[in-house]
């Protein structure tokens, strides 16, 4: 949403949990150059999770400056088109009715994400080393991967004191996401950690598994069956990672096994309350969003908007960014008819979806192609021996021009 203020709702409702990093923050977009040292945590208690230094000053800097602090330094590099315009769901008047209370009340929290680390079995094109084990393996780069268990405790801990307590009517959220959360052992521990401190609310808190799904039989049994264990206590949300379908898929996020994905998701479309199928856009995937949007249909079925619905987010960095594209290269139009023709329009959700891809379209063209983007390319491609740029047409024709003009 869109407003003169400089103020986001994400730095209130969001509590984000970094536990290789040992972070605390509020946006999964907000920089990780700072440690939530132990000192503070002991300090703090469960008051470390709004009254931190760092959440004070981007808060401070937010209302009384009206500035995006050093945290939000992403949506600050993309302004005017950050996807931020997106998330923050205050409106101006929201923010003048809230002002007063925003610096002191902590009870605005409604999602809390845990970053369980990089340990994953993909290697997406537009992730990296830092947040993929696979990837790590592929460019021979040591990847910090162990949690300190102190720190985590001690969040943890913490955490569970600070969740009792939020007021009963609190709409609580709960993501846990890595790397690959399927096959960390941490991801049980949080779930039965958090089992023991969510039946006081009015209504059953949401816990969300952010998933790639790629995840081999034994693995996802375990899973499925802890799903069904708690879903008296909490209403499940899966976030299933994917934008695209079949060998593009594949291609995108590298060592995707298509028929498997397909498998476990509708095991997963079976047993939870909500499904999410978690969109990022990419140079890659955008031009063909459509066809995605029809699979997703076909697929999903009945109930979108209330049984399973688009979760949107998109890559701002890398050689992989959309703005890379040029605008004529992409059916913005031809996208939204797609949705359009599955979709009421009034449904809250679609226009959302529609919101992003204006933001989206207004990137478009907004980085210029060089000889480090051409080179990463190509080194991908003799890496891993998949010509991506033939199966890709759009980032062949950008490259093609640059090599044509110089």
Known sequence: MRTSYNVCSKLWYDINIDFVR???RHCCKATRDHETTQEEIDRLGKDVFNHSVVT???RRTMLVRNKLPHVCTDCIKHEPNSIRHVWNVWSDADIDTKRKHLQTDDHHTNYIEFDLGPQCDLACVYCGPW???TWAKELGWENKTKIDPVWKESVLENLTKYIVTLPKSSTIAFNILGGEPTLMKETYEIIERLKTVCDHFDHKPVMMITTNLNTKTALMTRFLKILEET????KWSVAVSIEDIGERAEAIRYNLDWKRFSENLVKINE????????TTFNSMNFPYFGEFIDWSFATMGEGYGSRWMYS?????DGYSDIAYLRPDQIDVTGIKQALKKHATVSNNTTQKMFDHLDNL???LGTKAIDDKFVEH?????ARRGLDYLNLFPVIKDVIDEYKNAH
């Open 271 to 278: 047993l939870a309350d909500l499904v999410y199928l978690t």
């Open 312 to 316: 949107t987010n998109s890559v701002q």
């Open 131 to 133: 947040s993929s084990t």
């Open 231 to 234: 879903k008296d206590i909490f």
């Open 361 to 363: 379209e207004s990137r």
């Open 377 to 381: 390319w190509e080194q991908l491609v």
């Open 56 to 58: 004070q000053h981007a």
């Open 22 to 24: 040992k972070n605390i």
